[in-house]
C-alpha cells in the first residue's frame, strides 16, 4: 500500500494486519504494523532499469551472443544471431547445442571438447568454426566462450560469435594478390 505522511508525500510501505478478539473470541478490532519500503522500491526500480540496459545492450550487440545451460542447452541468443543464422530464437532456444542444424555433424566432437574444456573451468582461446545457415549457405565464424557464474556457482556458458566470412575472403584475396606479385616480379 501507500500512505501520505505529514508532509503530504505518499510512500509505498508493507503491512500486516490481524483480528484481535476477546476471552470469548468475539472481534473487538485489529492491530497492525507497517513498514516503510522506499528503499526496498528503489533497489528493484534501479534492478529492473539495470536489467533493460543490459537486455537492450545485448539485443543491439552486432556479434551473436549465445547462452547454454550446464548440460549444453540453449538458454538464450541474441538478435544478431538469429540473423546471422536465419533461425528465429524459438527455432534455437531449448535445444542441446549438438541438435543445431547450424552445426555441421563432422564438427560435433570438436564442439564436446571445446564444452568439456569450459566444463573445467578453463576459458579456451577464440576459435574459427564454419556454420550452416538455414538456407544453406556456409559461413566462417568466431567464438570466444566462457563460463558464467551465479555467485559461486557455475551457472552455464556464453559466447559471444562474430561472422568472420568476409574478412577471411579479404583475407584470401590479399594473400592470391601478394603471391600473384610474387610471382611477376619473379620474371622481371
Known amino acids: 500500500y501507500h500512505i501520505i505522511i505529514k508532509d ?16 470469548n473470541g468475539k472481534p473487538i478490532g485489529f492491530v497492525g504494523t507497517s513498514r516503510d519500503i522506499s528503499e526496498r522500491k528503489q533497489a528493484e526500480a534501479a534492478l529492473r532499469e ?16 549465445m547462452t547454454m545451460d550446464m548440460k549444453g542447452v540453449i538458454t538464450s541468443v541474441n538478435s544478431a544471431f538469429s540473423r546471422w543464422t536465419g533461425y528465429s530464437k524459438d527455432e534455437i532456444v531449448g535445444k542441446h547445442f549438438t541438435k543445431l542444424r547450424t552445426i555441421r555433424a563432422r564438427d560435433i566432437p570438436i564442439y564436446l571438447k571445446l564444452f568439456s574444456f569450459v566444463l573445467k573451468g578453463k576459458t579456451p582461446p577464440p576459435f574459427e568454426f ?59
Do not use: C, N, W
Request: aromatic share 6%; proline share 3%.
Open 8 to 23: 503530504g508525500s505518499r510512500i509505498p510501505v508493507e503491512m500486516s494486519i490481524a483480528i484481535m478478539k476477546d476471552p
Open 130 to 188: 564454419a556454420y550452416i545457415r538455414k538456407d544453406g549457405t556456409q559461413r566462417l565464424g568466431e567464438a570466444h566462450a566462457t563460463f558464467v557464474e551465479e555467485g559461486d556457482k557455475k551457472a552455464g556458458f556464453q559466447a559471444i560469435l562474430r561472422d568472420i566470412t568476409e574478412r577471411k575472403r579479404a583475407e584470401e584475396a590479399l594473400r592470391e594478390s601478394e603471391e600473384q606479385a610474387r610471382h611477376l616480379l619473379e620474371f622481371q
Open 50 to 65: 539495470s536489467e533493460e540496459r543490459y537486455r537492450s545492450m545485448v539485443e543491439l550487440a552486432p556479434d551473436g551472443i
